[in-house]
């Protein structure tokens, strides 16, 4: 029989796009996937470092596995990602019941990890950085409609409250070819939408170039990057995350604004409203730059809509710094927003120097109000939806109600509408918007 294993993924979006990729690289190596862990025979956990409490989770987890191990001795059970990379050989100190530890850097490493640790060689940890991104990572599940596509590792920014530098690495960019080709063959295989991916998207290709002395002030890699793709027959929408405000050059919003095929939806993290906190956090920007950049992608045609990370409780945030954040979201007009409670990132620069001196419950109560202000900013922006008509980019029955269909605009709103024979995933529709929550718009279609 087949081994069956289970991934289950934390954090950002670049973690589910490894895990996809490790799951179609474990098939390829004739293993099979299961969705329950009790059914399991290698359980696979990819992990998040960003924040404290994702780590806790995963070691409450990984902790309650320990009787299935007695249970079960051949069950082999991994962890990889940012915390592998973090914590390293300790975890298998600390949790001994733990085969397998990989950083993200050697998760391509895994079917032959398994392999070894199957043959009873564990625990075994590979971690560190290295200074290539594997090509055997690539794999993805046929037929997806929209996929990910990972363009970049690591990060050089260092901003003083994040761990990511520090668990994945510096920047390091897979060339334009590479990424074309990968398009290409999801382009071959149905995909129509291309969701580019990196930690810090805006600077791809810059170290490269640094490293060859041939950076300017007007070089934009990743623009060029987006003009490669966007030559690819077969894809429709490009859509990426992401982008750093000091990154997004005049040659980047140029290209943005001119190619039809990138989204209109935008995430960039913004962070705080305030001038004297981004400089707290090493963010390199001000918010007039921010505001800057955001005029310039409403130039674009068609419409925008943008989201974005937000810090609140940084170290000294008074609220005249929370009311400055607000005030910007109101500006910009977010309509989504994750909202980040500050806590102190063992390893960072933030945790080591600053104190952490805004009260748990001021934290907790600023939160609630961007929450509040996204709820009803979201919904407000929706039923200006209501009466046009939306392209909508068809993905298949909804979650919620398998006789409905959903998929996505341009400005990534959820659309919901009746499913019919002739509408095929993969396709576009024409969807006369009728009625909008905070969450979806929903429509008849008019045409396909
Ligand atoms: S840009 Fe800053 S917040 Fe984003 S990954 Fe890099 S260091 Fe972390």
């Known amino acids: 029989m087949r081994e069956r294993f289970y991934i289950r993924t934390y954090g950002c979006q670049m973690n589910e796009r490894d895990s996809e990729a490790l799951a179609c690289l474990l098939e390829e190596h004739g293993f099979s996937r299961t969705g329950s862990e009790d059914a399991a025979d290698i359980i696979l956990f990819n992990t998040c470092s960003v924040r404290d409490q994702a780590e806790r989770k995963v070691v409450g987890k990984v902790g309650l596995l320990k009787r299935l191990k007695r249970r079960k001795p051949d069950v082999i059970i991994g962890l990889m990602g940012c915390m592998a990379q973090n914590h390293g050989e300790a975890i298998v100190k600390r949790q001994p019941h733990v085969d397998l530890v990989v950083g993200p850097d050697h998760i391509h490493e895994i079917p032959y990890l398994i392999g070894q640790a199957l043959d009873g060689r564990g625990p075994l940890v590979a971690v560190g950085s290295t200074t290539e991104i594997s090509t055997e990572l690539t794999a993805h599940a046929k037929g997806r409609v929209s996929a990910y596509v990972s363009v970049m590792r690591g990060c050089n920014q260092f901003c003083t409250y994040c761990i990511v530098p520090y668990v994945r690495g510096r920047e390091k960019s897979r060339p334009i070819e590479q990424i074309v080709t990968e398009a290409e063959g999801l382009a071959a295989g149905g995909t129509r939408e291309i969701f580019l991916l990196g930690q810090n998207i805006t600077a791809y290709g810059l170290a490269e170039l640094r490293a060859r002395n041939a950076v300017s002030e007007d070089a934009s890699p990743f623009a060029d990057l987006l003009r490669a793709v966007h030559a690819v027959p077969g894809i429709k929408r490009i859509r990426f995350t992401s982008p750093h405000v000091k990154y997004m050059n005049r040659a980047f919003l140029e290209t943005v604004c001119e190619l039809p095929k990138v989204c209109g939806s935008f995430h960039i993290p913004l962070q705080s409203g305030?001038?004297?906190?981004?400089?707290?956090?090493?963010?390199?920007?001000?918010?007039?730059?921010?505001?800057?950049?955001?005029?310039?992608?409403?130039?674009?045609?068609?419409?925008?809509?943008?989201?974005?990370?937000?810090?609140?409780?940084?170290?000294?945030?008074?609220?005249?710094?929370?009311?400055?954040?607000?005030?910007?979201?109101?500006?910009?007009?977010f309509d989504m927003a994750y909202v980040f409670r500050y806590s102190p990132r063992a390893g960072t620069k933030a945790a080591e120097t600053l104190v952490d001196d805004v009260p748990k419950a001021?934290?907790?109560?600023?939160?609630?109000?961007?929450?509040?202000?996204?709820?009803?900013?979201?919904?407000?922006?929706?039923?200006?939806?209501?009466?046009?008509?939306?392209?909508?980019?068809?993905?298949?029955?909804?979650?919620?109600?398998?006789?409905?269909?959903?998929?996505?605009?341009?400005?990534?709103?959820?659309?919901?509408?009746?499913?019919?024979?002739?509408?095929?995933?993969?396709?576009?529709?024409?969807?006369?918007?009728?009625?909008?929550?905070?969450?979806?718009?929903?429509?008849?279609?008019?045409?396909?």
């Open 362 to 448: 001021t934290k907790e109560e600023r939160n609630q109000i961007l929450l509040r202000d996204l709820e009803e900013r979201a919904e407000r922006q929706n039923q200006g939806y209501v009466g046009e008509i939306v392209q909508v980019l068809v993905e298949g029955p909804s979650k919620r109600n398998s006789e409905r269909w959903s998929g996505r605009s341009d400005t990534n709103k959820v659309c919901i509408f009746e499913a019919a024979s002739e509408i095929q995933r993969g396709t576009f529709i024409d969807l006369a918007v009728e009625r909008a929550t905070s969450h979806s718009l929903y429509g008849r279609v008019v045409s396909r």
């Open 274 to 333: 305030s001038d004297r906190l981004l400089e707290i956090m090493r963010r390199g920007y001000t918010v007039s730059d921010y505001l800057e950049r955001i005029t310039a992608l409403r130039t674009r045609p068609g419409r925008t809509s943008f989201s974005t990370d937000v810090i609140v409780g940084f170290p000294s945030e008074r609220k005249s710094d929370f009311e400055a954040t607000r005030e910007v979201m109101e500006r910009v007009g």
